[in-house]
């Protein structure tokens, strides 16, 4: 798999992602996830997180690429991470999306915004 195969990946999963946060959507949210991942994270702290978020920043209005960072490693899988500049209502934001191929299938491992 190439780097612009997996940014193309993040991409679609970064929708995924704004669309889970604006309908405040848990399962899309969590879809693409391991379960091993989510351990300890509930749909109420899920609920509670996207009602600051969408405090602070509002609804989100779209998004620019950034650029990549380097890949790393997790139990021994490539992680492919990349930097967004998710725009909102009320401010501009720094998203970090990361994922990683395993068994054929895609998974995210980290979708922050600062």
């Known amino acids: 798999m190439s780097a612009a195969d997996a940014l193309q990946i993040a991409e679609t999963f970064l ?7 604006d309908s405040a959507d848990f399962a ?4 693409r996830y391991e379960a091993k991942y989510l351990e300890g994270f509930s749909a109420e702290q899920f609920h509670g997180d996207i009602r600051g978020m969408q405090e602070r920043n509002g609804p989100n209005q779209g998004y620019e690429f950034f650029g990549t960072l380097r890949s790393a490693e997790l139990d021994g899988h490539e992680v492919y991470r990349s930097v967004w500049k ?8 720094v998203v ?4 990683y191929q395993k068994a054929g299938e895609w998974h995210v491992i980290r979708s922050s915004v600062h």
Do not use: H, S
């Open 28 to 31: 899309l949210y969590t879809k």
């Open 15 to 21: 929708q995924e992602m704004f669309q889970a946060d």
């Open 96 to 99: 970090e999306m990361a994922v």
């Open 86 to 93: 998710g725009i909102y209502e009320k401010r501009d934001a």
